[in-house]
Nanobody, 125 residues
Framework: QVQLVESGGGSVQAGGSLRLSCVAS????????MGWFRQAPGLEREGVAA???????RYADSVKGRFTISADNAKGNLYLQMNSLKPEDTAMYYC???????????????????WGQGTQVTVSS
């Protein structure tokens, strides 16, 4: 079992930046693929960025070139640097973890075993 706690959300104007953090605790001895997902009201949860157990990132097309995912494996922390934010980025953002996924980050919500409670990001125009 692993517990995930997100932080760093907030309200910004379009063009601004935010940095989300996710702290993992519990079974951090296993090798996890970790990802960021988001869900806007009335829409399905979607994958934003993920980093595989061996450190290979993957991004949704909608955020490529604007968002950067990184991990501090020693601390069990995951980050999402979000630049050039747009109103359509407004959503609840979730951190998730999946054991032993190598080669490329996974963006399918169905693959993930553990989820945080989310942090709200609101981008105004």
């Amino acid at each position: 079992q692993v517990q995930l706690v997100e932080s760093g959300g907030g309200s910004v104007q379009a063009g601004g930046s935010l940095r989300l953090s996710c702290v993992a605790s519990g079974d951090t001895a296993s090798s996890y693929c970790m990802g960021w997902f988001r869900q806007a009201p009335g829409l399905e949860r979607e994958g934003v960025a993920a980093i595989s157990s061996d450190g290979v990132p993957r991004y949704a097309d909608s955020v490529k070139g604007r968002f950067t995912i990184s991990a501090d494996n020693a601390k069990g922390n995951l980050y999402l640097q979000m630049n050039s934010l747009k109103p359509e980025d407004t959503a609840m953002y979730y951190c998730a973890a999946k054991r032993h996924a190598y080669g490329l980050g996974r963006l399918a919500t169905s693959e993930y075993e553990y989820w945080g409670q989310g942090t709200q990001v609101t981008v105004s125009s």
